[in-house]
């Protein structure tokens, strides 16, 4: 069994920054896709930053430029650096990772349980 424990968030003002962490433990063989979402109040999830296996990371728009995504796999954890933080970045952020174990081809998909941002002006 795999969990995510994240850690991070808090109550900043606008233009601080603050850093996520997502640290899996499990029986975890190999991680592919590490990413972070986020959900406010009446809007769906969206996908905040990317990170493939590959290194290729991708970001929302809202968050380009001030947002870094990045991964140490031999600790199994995925972080997201925040900066120049916006009220409307305001949401519960989930971190999510892809992975396998040993003798399994098939990848699993784990969701931490979600860790509160909140930016005020």
């Known amino acids: 069994q795999v969990q995510l424990v994240e850690s991070g968030g808090g109550l900043v003002q606008a233009g601080a920054s603050l850093r996520l962490s997502c640290a899996a433990s499990g029986s975890i063989f190999r991680l592919n896709a590490m990413a972070w979402y986020r959900q406010a109040p009446e809007n769906q999830r969206e996908l905040v930053a990317i990170i493939p296996r590959d290194g290729n990371t991708d970001y929302a728009d809202s968050v380009k430029g001030r947002f870094i995504i990045s991964r140490d796999d031999a600790k199994n954890t995925v972080y997201l650096q925040m900066n120049s933080l916006k009220p409307e970045d305001t949401a519960v952020y989930y971190c999510?990772?892809?992975?396998?174990?040993?003798?399994?081809?098939?990848?699993?998909?784990?969701w931490g349980q979600g860790t509160q941002v909140t930016v005020s002006s």
């Open positions: 999510y990772i892809q992975h396998r174990r040993a003798f399994d081809s098939r990848y699993h998909d784990v």
